[in-house]
T-cell receptor, first 113, second 111 residues
Framework: GENVEQHPSTLSVQEGDSAVIKCTYS??????FPWYKQELGKRPQLIID?????GEKKDQRIAVTLNKTAKHFSLHITETQPEDSAVYFC????????????FGTGTRLLVSP | DAMVIQNPRYQVTQFGKPVTLSCSQT?????MYWYQQKSSQAPKLLFH???????NEADTPDNFQSRRPNTSFCFLDIRSPGLGDAAMYLC??????????FGPGTRLLVL
């Protein structure tokens, strides 16, 4: 089945710095790419998503870029804040009538004040 | 205005004692999913319902079963919990083509 590689597994930044997390995939049929943020003991929460007909999407301090040719997509967080500290999961799916998500392995982001 | 509700939030059971976890949704989504998430790992899909159609993942153990009596409710039954089944169980919902929304999860402890 489809496999998603996510890097880095851990990322430590200073408050105000930018953070970038990258995921690569192999199946060119993948067409939906969400990113979830999961704080300790809480549910995964969708923070941004992108579809394969778009190369970039931005929502305030968060952006996602998609390179379909190279089969990778990245999450960019600017002006990081301590409350951005969490585990971030990339995911993807192919529309087959329902959203079967394949998750990356997660990135633990720590933002130090 | 909770959209995906899971009860209980914490469940303690004994080794081998059947346990049922519940999920309800107010979104009227036609697809409901059950995931198992162990510490520091990504959620792992166990099965999903597309309307009333049940779809099991190939590697989901027979020990896990599910019921969906109506659009709003979905249950996860673990027939004989083992120590390895201790995890967070997440319910999620979506329409056919849109984003999945997760419930708060039920943390299961097996003694």
């Amino acid at each position: 089945g489809e496999n998603v590689e996510q890097h880095p597994s851990t990322l430590s930044v200073q408050e105000g710095d930018s953070a970038v997390i990258k995921c690569t995939y192999s199946d060119s049929a993948s067409n939906y790419f969400p990113w979830y943020k999961q704080e300790l003991g809480k549910r995964p929460q969708l923070i941004i998503d992108i579809r394969s007909n778009v190369g970039e999407k931005k929502d305030q301090r968060i952006a996602v870029t998609l390179n379909k040719t190279a089969k990778h997509f990245s999450l960019h967080i600017t002006e990081t804040q301590p409350e951005d500290s969490a585990v971030y999961f990339c995911a993807l799916s192919m529309n087959t009538g329902f959203q079967k998500l394949v998750f990356g392995t997660g990135t633990r982001l720590l933002v130090s004040p | 205005d909770a959209m995906v509700i899971q009860n209980p939030r914490y469940q303690v059971t004994q080794f081998g004692k059947p346990v049922t976890l519940s999920c309800s949704q107010t979104l009227n989504h036609n697809v409901m999913y059950w995931y198992q998430q162990k510490s520091s790992q990504a959620p792992k899909l166990l099965f999903h319902y597309y309307d009333k159609d049940f779809n099991n993942e190939a590697d989901t153990p027979d020990n896990f079963q599910s019921r969906r009596p109506n659009t709003s409710f979905c249950f996860l039954d673990i027939r004989s919990p083992g120590l390895g089944d201790a995890a967070m169980y997440l319910c999620a919902t979506s329409t056919s083509l849109e984003t999945q929304y997760f419930g708060p999860g039920t943390r299961l402890l097996v003694l």
